[in-house]
């Protein structure tokens, strides 16, 4: 059997100095090479935190409590700075949820792109500005050799997005993830960067890891789905499975609040809300933390935390409902 190209193991991230409050709890999962796995749930669910802890990159507040990260065989954890960062935008690359945040304002965006180029390939700058000016005509940049010498703030929030994609795959990497990738874009944009990325996936090769909460761009160009929710997996499945077999509540509440042009308007509402609010690290107790939104709920859920089970479509799901039927 092949080894995964990323497998995570037992993955904890807990506020610092306060490892009873995970923000991430136990999550396990593997991504093989070429394939597309979406992480999916609703704000708050740690989907960011994991890719952040994936590539080392978890804010001053959070630290990895337990667990290991795995990518090629290595554990990243163990990886000294030095060796982390030539993994870091160059084996791994990350398109980053908000581009204005995660673009240098000082730094004209050819600029950006042909650092990436110089820290991990060493090419010179003449050569690294050219291949710039090629990506950025890669990711369909209008004019790209004039872009290339703008600064983020003179450009629109898809070319933007475009040009964080441009620097996260400059160096061909065997993973790419891509967090909420079309946030704040609206939905011709979102469906042209969403085109994008999946012909970037084949041309390259790369895995990719999509990070979202829209479950229509999930349908669209993922092979496997893993649903999150308060900081564990509740549900992984094929895209095919998860769509028309849901197992989980959540899973099932998810696709109920989400639109479907093609389905026909009945006499109830067109769109089912998901009542409450996902709990806090500080107020998750020691049940499902979905049970007191679940309107599947028994008394044994508000005390045990469901294991994860397998189902017979070969996917897994953190249910006491689900694991009996």
């Known amino acids: 059997m092949t080894a995964p190209l990323l497998a995570v193991r037992d993955l904890c991230v807990s506020l610092r100095g306060d490892s009873a409050a995970p923000v991430v709890d136990d999550l396990s999962f593997e991504v093989a090479r070429g394939e597309k796995l979406a992480i999916v749930g609703e704000s708050g669910c740690g989907k960011s935190v994991t890719s952040l802890a994936i590539m080392r990159l978890l804010p001053p507040g959070l630290a990895q409590t337990g667990g290991a990260v795995l990518f090629e065989g290595q554990d990243l954890a163990l990886l000294d700075g030095r060796s982390m960062r030539a993994v870091r935008g160059g084996r791994i690359g990350m398109v980053f949820q908000e581009p ?49 010498g703008d600064y983020p703030h003179a450009l629109s929030g898809g070319q933007r997005q475009r040009v964080v994609i441009a620097a996260a795959i400059a160096c061909r990497p065997a993973l790419l ?55 564990r997996k509740v549900e992984e499945a094929t895209v095919a499975t998860l769509f028309t077999s849901p197992r989980h509540p959540y899973t099932q509440g998810l696709l109920g609040a989400t639109p479907n042009p093609g389905q026909p308007r009945g006499p109830g509402p067109v769109l089912r809300a998901i009542p409450g609010l996902v709990p806090s690290v500080q107020t998750r107790t020691a049940g499902c933390a979905f049970a007191p939104r679940c309107p599947q709920a028994e008394p044994n859920c508000l005390v045990a935390a469901p294991a994860l089970t397998a189902t017979p479509a070969g996917g897994l799901v953190a249910c006491h409902v689900a694991a009996r039927a």
């Open 100 to 148: 204005m945040t995660s673009l240098n304002p000082s730094m004209r965006v050819g600029e950006q792109i042909a650092e990436v180029l110089r820290v991990h390939d060493g090419a010179s700058r003449a050569v690294a500005w050219r291949r710039a000016v090629e990506l950025l005509d890669h990711v369909r940049i209008a004019d790209p050799a004039r872009v290339a």
């Open 177 to 231: 993830i891509a967090d909420e990738p079309t946030t704040a874009l609206d939905v011709t944009i979102q469906a042209q960067v969403m085109d994008l990325l999946s012909g970037l996936q084949r041309a390259l090769g790369s895995a990719v890891v999509l990070i979202t909460h829209n479950l229509g761009l999930v349908a669209q160009v993922a092979d496997r789905v893993m649903v999150m929710y308060a900081g």
